[in-house]
């Protein structure tokens, strides 16, 4: 990754981070990591050593992650909110350095910290001298998958330089996407906008101050966005583009943010763990309809599943079997329908509802409730029945107090009218929190 610093150098005086206001540039960004490679080489990392990195989004965190990728090690970046527990975690990954952040991003604890655990595909990649990222994900079954990349692979895919952009990095720094995003903020010569928490009213504020032009983000925050009214407490004409992924976006969601943000580019964005993120266009701006690739991936689809092959895929997964075929394609479990060179994504196999052997999709009913007054958000899933194997539930959240036993006759009426008879909620529960996750993805539960 010589060749990023290379780039770095070219503008010392740019602005790379706002974090929390306090402003790093290029130039220090520099010497802050050959700072952090002198600490590993004279604590005694050695080329395939792994460590883990604990923290979220900092000027200081991010040097340390290329610091170790330049010397050779494999990087496990964990947020304090990850998906799988640190212990958890490193009994399936092993490690022998921990990294540890203070809150704020700026000091970190470095020591050693060993834990034993191997395989052929840790032992391949250090034959192969190339650092490594190694990134956690849930699972469709809830038991957590540890994903390794060769990580100057999927940093080569920013080699060719792009428009510098003013942009927050909203998903986690071990998220794949989280990673993708502040990657290709920094290779373009852009600046990374950090902040304390993701809440709507924290990032709004960053957007006002900084007047940032991209937000990578969910439909989930969106939805909030538009049901909380903060957007107009706020200047957010900055905005240039604000992209969304990770889930199926509502419909009523994109036209009120469209109708919000009517010059602000709307783009849905498609990736992977296992494959990477793919170059994206949105039909236009009010569309679910997407067209995705880019050089390095290929797209297909069979029995109305979406399979991609990529040229930035893991090397493989350290406690799973292989996803791929034989000709390196993946089965991304995202049902699709198609229309010339554009797809638009129903939604996971595994978020399927099967109610009496017909399938349910969550999105389609909660595209329904969302219509609805006094519904700030909704979460639809499947619940265990005796006779039909499951039936739909919906789970929602209220703008304002309303009678459980009101808002499912108002439910039941409007689904009624919208959908066949089957994918009517057969239960509606009040929820009494936000219905996301701390990665602002839908909780289905």
């Known amino acids: 990754m010589q060749w990023l610093l290379d780039r770095f150098s070219a503008a010392p005086d740019r602005a790379a981070f706002i974090h929390r206001d306090r402003k790093v540039r290029y130039g220090e960004v520099i010497a802050l990591i050959e700072r952090y490679r002198a600490l590993l080489r004279d604590r005694g990392l050695v080329r395939g050593d792994r460590a883990v990195v604990l923290g979220d989004y900092s000027p200081e965190l991010f040097c340390m992650l290329i610091a170790l990728a330049l010397e050779g090690g494999i990087v496990i970046p964990l947020s304090r909110e990850a998906v799988v527990e640190r212990a958890s975690a490193l009994a399936i990954s092993g490690c022998e350095w921990l990294i540890d952040y203070d809150e ?235 229309d010339g060179d554009y797809f638009r994504i129903l939604g996971r196999v595994t978020d399927l509802i099967n109610v009496g052997g017909q399938k349910v999709y969550p999105a389609e009913v909660e595209e329904v409730i969302l219509g609805l007054d006094n519904v700030a958000d909704v979460a639809v899933y499947g619940e265990a029945h005796p006779l039909l194997g499951q039936v739909v539930v919906a789970k929602v959240l209220t703008s304002a107090p309303e009678g459980v036993i009101d808002l499912k006759r108002r439910i039941r009426a409007a689904c009624g009218a919208a959908l066949t008879n089957y994918k009517v909620p057969a239960k509606v529960l009040l929820a009494d929190g936000p219905l996301y996750t701390a990665r602002q993805k839908k909780r289905r539960a």
């Not at 032992?123 to 001298?129: D, K, N, P, Q, V």
């Not at 990673?179 to 304390?196: F, M, P, R």
């Not at 994206?280 to 689809?301: A, C, H, N, Y």
Request: charged content about 20%; hydrophobic content about 40%; proline content about 4%.
């Open 104 to 338: 704020a991003g700026v000091s970190a604890t470095v020591s050693r910290h060993e834990v034993a655990a191997e395989s052929p595909l840790l032992a391949a990649l250090r034959a192969s001298g190339h650092p490594g990222l190694l990134l956690f994900s849930s699972g469709s079954t809830g038991r957590p998958k540890a994903i390794l990349h060769d990580f100057d692979r999927v940093a080569a895919k920013f080699i060719k330089q792009r428009a510098a952009v003013i942009a927050i990095p909203f998903l986690m720094i071990d998220h794949f996407g989280g990673i993708n995003t502040i990657l290709g903020i920094v290779a373009s010569l852009g600046t990374v906008v950090t902040v304390a928490n993701r809440g709507i009213d924290s990032i709004c504020r960053a957007i006002e101050t900084h007047r940032v032009e991209l937000l990578p983000t969910t439909p989930s925050f969106l939805t909030m966005l538009m049901a909380s009214g903060l957007d107009g407490d706020y200047d957010l004409s900055s905005l240039k583009r604000i992209t969304y992924g990770t889930e199926v976006m509502p419909q009523g969601t994109l036209d009120r943010v469209r109708q919000r943000f009517p010059g602000v580019m709307l783009q849905q964005t498609y990736g992977l763990s296992e494959v990477g993120v793919m170059r994206s266009q949105s039909r236009d701006d009010g569309s679910l309809w997407v067209r995705i690739g880019g050089e390095g991936f290929q797209t297909k689809v069979v029995d109305d599943i979406l399979w991609i092959r990529s040229d930035y895929a893991m090397l493989g997964y350290l406690n799973a079997p292989s996803e791929f075929d034989a000709d390196g394609w993946f089965n991304t479990q995202d049902r699709v329908e198609v």
